[in-house]
């Protein structure tokens, strides 16, 4: 049987230097580091190593060490804040081969792309962030106490690096955008309307956003802020709820559902809007739209497959009373808004799952849209049809057209047919695989206007 490995995590730590600069301190650097049953000495020499390699690359470049290569291993840095910076370390994928009767292991360097796991790195710092604030706010607020800031970072860390899958990670992770749901000028005009008249209604929500089957509608947030917001919803926080209620584990009723005739209710919150000691858990969040590290309780609310999510500043009260009366106002209209939407929606998806011929990713920087058909589902749970090679070519055509940083096109035939085209053009990109293996380069660049025609409601790209 012969031998294969894919990418796994080897190691994740923090590290500040400040903490530690005298010999003898070096263990004080440490802030969080997995796996944690790591000795101490091990954990020393890794800090001690990663301090080199960054003040060695520093005079040679103005910008910080991104990652170093080795043989079985790739190492990603960030500095996520001044001084205060997340190393991991991935292993490399192999496979046993067999030369002249002997066996040996190849390691499959190209695997591993640096652009993909930086991004994945720089996305744990920013959920990180999410529900706890940057370092630096976390030790203002407990008076510079370093070990309030190693139990948050031990707490949060510790699970949220077992979810990590990266064996499938992929260029969506370094684009990390958002499914947007483009809907008719009337029902866009009822939800502004129904966001306007909750906010004039209860002063204390300060921010909303309203999803529809994960793809968001409208956000009140500044688009940093609602990317890592929309990742959690769609990632965690909306899959966890939903298989709650295909096991039966959930008993949220509301007197208003049972006997008013809408299908509201809350995601977080009251599980029972009959009995006031069911108030459930309420997430906290940290936002950077008006002030830096506004905490906020997340307040979210479903009827059917519309979502309208809540930001309220901690200082606010939220009495039980609230609760019954937000209820009171949105569940019917969202019941309403959901049931015109669906009206909509299988028209739409139907129409941009036509070609299977052509597999295809968009994103534009401008408003973080996304858009691909080369995964099945939004939290590319389906995996990817196309093969995976191609889909590191995608990764790496994306990473030439960002280093150049200028606007231009590659297209390449690869040898199991595939032609791959790659386009960026005015802050947007457009990758497109297509199975024509007897097609030419005219016929090419023909389908993929075609298909931007088609599917990008003729988003101009220049020629």
């Known amino acids: 049987m012969s031998l294969r490995g894919s990418v796994t995590l080897k190691n994740f730590f923090i590290f500040n ?19 944690g049953d790591t000795d101490i000495d091990t954990q020393i020499k890794a800090i001690g190593l990663c301090e080199a390699i960054v003040k060695f690359s520093e005079t040679f470049s103005d910008k910080s060490c991104e990652s170093m290569h080795m043989l079985k291993t790739r190492q990603l840095f960030l500095e996520a804040e001044k001084d205060f910076w997340i190393i991991m370390t991935v292993s490399i994928p192999f496979s046993e081969k067999t030369k002249d009767g002997q066996s040996y292991i190849e390691y499959r360097d190209d695997d591993v792309q640096d652009s ?9 710092y920013k959920m990180f962030k999410l529900f706890n604030g940057t370092f630096t706010n976390i030790l203002a607020r407990s008076n510079n106490d370093v070990e309030s800031l190693k139990k948050r970072l031990d707490h949060f860390f510790s699970r949220y690096l077992l979810t990590l899958k990266l064996h499938q990670s992929d260029l969506l992770d370094v684009f990390n955008g958002i499914y947007f749901l483009p809907l008719d000028k009337n029902t866009y005009l009822q939800i502004q309307c129904l966001i306007n008249r909750l906010e004039a209604t209860f002063p204390i929500v300060k921010y909303t956003a309203f999803l529809y089957n994960d793809q968001l509608v409208w956000s ?17 926080l909306f899959p966890t709820h939903l298989d709650q209620e295909l096991q039966g584990a959930t008993t949220r009723t509301s007197t208003s559902s049972q006997g008013s005739g809408h299908f509201g209710k809350f995601v977080t919150g009251p599980t029972n809007l009959d009995d006031p000691d069911s108030q459930g858990k309420i997430p906290r969040v940290f936002i950077h739209s008006e002030i830096d590290n506004e905490e906020c309780f997340l307040l979210v609310y479903k009827a059917l497959s519309a979502t309208i999510c809540m930001l309220i500043n901690v200082n606010s009260t939220m009495n039980f009373d609230f609760y019954r009366k937000t209820d009171s106002f949105l569940g019917p209209q969202m019941s309403k808004l959901a049931s015109d939407i669906t009206e909509q929606y299988p028209k739409r998806s139907a129409a941009s799952n036509a070609d299977t011929q052509f597999k295809f990713i968009y994103f534009n920087h401008m ?23 191609t889909l590191r070519l995608l990764g790496d055509i994306n990473a030439d057209l960002t280093r150049n940083n200028e606007d231009g096109e590659t297209i390449v035939k690869t040898a199991s047919d595939f032609w791959v085209v790659g386009k960026k053009s005015d802050q947007r990109e457009f990758y497109v695989v297509i199975n ?16 931007c025609s088609t599917h990008l409601n003729s988003i101009f790209f220049l020629d």
């Open 367 to 389: 408003n973080l849209a996304q858009k691909t058909t080369l995964h099945i589902d939004i939290r590319k749970l389906s995996g990817v049809n196309i093969p995976q090679e």
């Open 17 to 35: 230097s400040n903490y530690g600069p005298r010999e003898g301190e070096e263990e004080k650097k440490t802030l969080f580091f997995y796996p």
């Open 220 to 236: 009140g947030l500044e688009q940093d802020d609602m990317r890592t917001m929309y990742k959690y919803l769609t990632t965690s």
């Open 436 to 451: 024509q293996k007897n097609a030419n380069l005219i016929e090419i660049n023909e389908e993929v206007k075609k298909l």
């Open 116 to 124: 993909v796991y930086q991004a994945v790195l720089l996305q744990t």
